[in-house]
């Protein structure tokens, strides 16, 4: 048992460390949104998203050792928290207070990046619809005057 208990620590301490790694990766992609640095976005996202194939590689371990703790907590696998292993072994403390401390901090880069590329978005959205809708206008406006005026032009140098 105490080698699964090591082996847990260990890959709990695997997480623990590429989410730390996200967390830099997720100030980076802060950094890039604010600056409007499009290629250096696409290179942390690139990043990010190897490091969070390898948390799920982790979790899928995680999920193997928690049988072996299924039966001491009278629980099933997938629903054993940190919280319920440190109740039996009480050096999962440590890990736990750790893992919910990266974990919060990543959830709260997250959401204000997530609102940094809305607002992004929406700044797009707003400019594409004001160049459509202004040049449609200026281009009505001037078939009309024209018209009015009987003056056509093969070529409309106002376009």
């Known amino acids: 048992m105490a ?33 409007n640095k499009i290629q250096e976005l696409e290179t942390v996202t690139a990043q990010e998203e190897l490091i969070l194939l390898e ?8 999920l193997y050792w928690a049988e072996f703790f299924a039966q001491e907590t009278g629980k099933q696998s997938e629903k054993i928290t940190l919280q319920d292993l440190e109740e039996v ?15 919060s901090e990543m959830q709260s880069l997250k959401e204000i990046n997530t609102k940094l590329l809305k607002n992004a978005i929406s700044l797009v959205n707003l400019t594409i619809n004001s160049l459509t809708s202004s040049s ?18 093969f070529i409309d140098k106002d376009v």
């Open 89 to 103: 072994h009480p050096s999962f403390k440590d890990i736990r207070i750790e893992l919910e401390k990266v974990i």
């Open 55 to 62: 948390v799920g590689r982790l979790e899928e371990e995680r």
């Open 3 to 35: 080698e699964i208990i090591k082996k847990l620590g260990d890959n709990l301490k695997q997480q623990l460390k590429l989410f730390k790694k996200i967390i830099s990766l997720e100030k980076a992609k802060q950094q890039a949104l604010v600056e």
């Open 136 to 153: 449609k206008a200026t281009y009505s406006k001037n078939k009309i005057e024209k018209k009015m005026n009987n003056e056509f032009f």
